[in-house]
């Protein structure tokens, strides 16, 4: 292997067997004894799995939950043996995997530090050196001697991971260690990682956390069902795995309304009052022009989208339907942006205050179109109101108002936080 890599994994495999059923009575033993009748389901949690990882690198494991993130990371430490490929590594490991692996939970926090750094090769000169250390990082003096089985999970976490740092190995295995503790203590692990890779060492991080694995992992891989997606720049991986949990989430929401729709014609025929009110007050007006839903689409209205893009242009196409012999002068038609978790007002356009005149013949065709060149909202989740009104926005005698005609949600393919994208530049 060449000596600047770290880690080489060759066309790994691991499959699991599960029993088909388990064996639940006395007489089932017996039949599964006599006649070995037992099945298995094969389940490759890891399927070919090919790269490597040079020395000094930080390298991130991204991928839904199950698509095999944590048995990669046993894979490489030894605790499991895959089942075909090849693993190579240079450098002793420190594993942080999965809470329990090499502590007690009957001794005391400190008992436990002892024993887990023996278990990651250090002496007990070295333990006594680095354990005041250690339970500093972790932020635990007060409660070093309790037994850890009254830790909370975060705490035992945070016990293990400093334990695993201070074991000064050369390769770092992470996973999840950032879903747990509060953002001092995720930063202060965002540090040591750091820290650790200015040594030449190398650190591998499962993280559900897309942006920090963008902003501090040279590569990463992408595994979906065992099997690498891409694997490349930190930054273009997280976008794979961004747009691929879009897409998902562009189902769900597609699912959700079509429920939604469901609930509110079940909601219509039920004869209660208080939900008929409800409906009334959302839904509500003359309605000879009737909105009927808004669809989404991309800037060159190609494709619909209930997931958008922040900073992406985009195109709402407000959908109605109009009575015989309506007048269709004066009509004007808005539309309202709500954050969806607490109603929080967004943003609102209608084409009386853009001074726009929709014509007959704009308003006969049954939708207009309303361009946004650049979409500012940032993550989040939406929903829209929306009115036809005559003359002026009148929400009080709309022709039609519709609460919540359309949900959409934004993601963002930026690190700025906040609910806003705004353009900006440092001068
Ligand atoms: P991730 O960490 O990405 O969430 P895992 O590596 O934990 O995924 O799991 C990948 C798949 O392998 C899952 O479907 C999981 O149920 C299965 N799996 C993991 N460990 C075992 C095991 N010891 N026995 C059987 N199946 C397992
Ligand atoms: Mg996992």
């Not at 389901?41 to 799995?49: T, Y």
């Not at 965002?190 to 942006?211: C, N, P, Q, W």
């Not at 084409?351 to 179109?369: C, K, P, Q």
């Not at 929306?386 to 609460?403: A, D, Q, T, W």
Request: hydrophobic content about 40%; charged content about 30%; proline content about 1%.
């Amino acid at each position: 292997m060449d000596s600047n890599i770290a880690i080489s994994v060759s066309r790994v495999s691991k499959t699991f067997r599960i029993p088909h059923e388990k064996v639940t009575s006395i007489r089932g033993a017996f039949t599964t004894a006599f006649n070995g009748e037992r099945t298995y389901e094969e389940f490759k949690a890891l399927d070919d799995v090919s790269f490597e990882v040079k020395k000094g690198e930080f390298f991130g494991i991204i991928g839904r939950n199950g698509s095999g993130k944590s048995t990669l990371l046993k894979v490489l430490a030894g605790i499991y043996e895959a089942d075909k490929g090849k693993v190579k590594i240079d450098g002793m490991i420190s594993p942080f995997l999965e809470l329990g692996i090499g502590f007690n939970p009957e001794l005391s926090g400190r008992d436990n530090v002892y024993l887990n750094a023996t278990v990651l090769g250090m002496t007990q000169k070295q333990i006594d050196e680095k354990f005041d250390a250690i339970v500093a990082f972790s932020e635990l003096e007060r409660f070093i001697d309790q037994k850890l089985k009254n830790y909370s999970s975060g705490m035992q976490v945070r016990l293990a991971f400093s334990v695993s740092i201070h074991a000064n190995r050369e390769i770092l295995l992470m996973d999840e260690v950032l879903a747990v503790g509060d953002s001092n203590f995720q930063s202060k692990c965002l540090t040591e990682f750091s820290r650790y890779k200015e040594l030449g060492k190398t650190v591998i991080l499962v993280s559900h956390d897309i942006a920090t694995v963008q902003r501090y992992c040279d590569r990463a891989v992408l595994l979906r069902n065992g099997k690498i997606v891409t694997i490349g720049d930190a930054e273009g991986v997280g976008n794979a795995y961004i747009y691929e949990n879009m897409s998902d989430e562009e189902n769900r929401l597609r699912g959700e309304q079509r429920a939604e729709k469901d609930l509110e014609i079940k909601i219509e025929k039920d004869d209660i009052l208080k939900q008929a009110e409800e409906i009334e007050e959302r839904n509500r007006g003359s309605r000879e022009i009737e909105l009927k839903r808004i669809r989404i689409f991309d800037i060159d209205g190609n494709s619909e989208k209930n997931v958008l893009v922040s900073g992406a242009g985009v195109v709402f196409r407000v959908e109605y339907s109009v009575e015989k012999g309506v007048d269709l002068d004066g009509i004007v038609i808005g539309l309202g942006i709500h954050l969806r978790e607490n109603n929080q007002y967004c943003f609102a356009l209608n084409s009386f205050v853009d001074a726009i005149t929709l014509s007959s013949e704009m308003i006969a065709r049954g939708y207009v179109d309303i361009e946004i060149p650049k979409l500012i909202l940032n993550n989040g989740e939406y929903v829209i109101n929306s009115i036809v009104s005559r003359n002026k926005i009148n929400l009080v005698n709309p022709i039609h108002f519709l609460g919540g005609i359309k949900r959409f949600s934004v993601r963002n393919t930026n690190y700025n936080e906040g609910l806003f994208l705004i353009d900006h530049n440092w001068r």
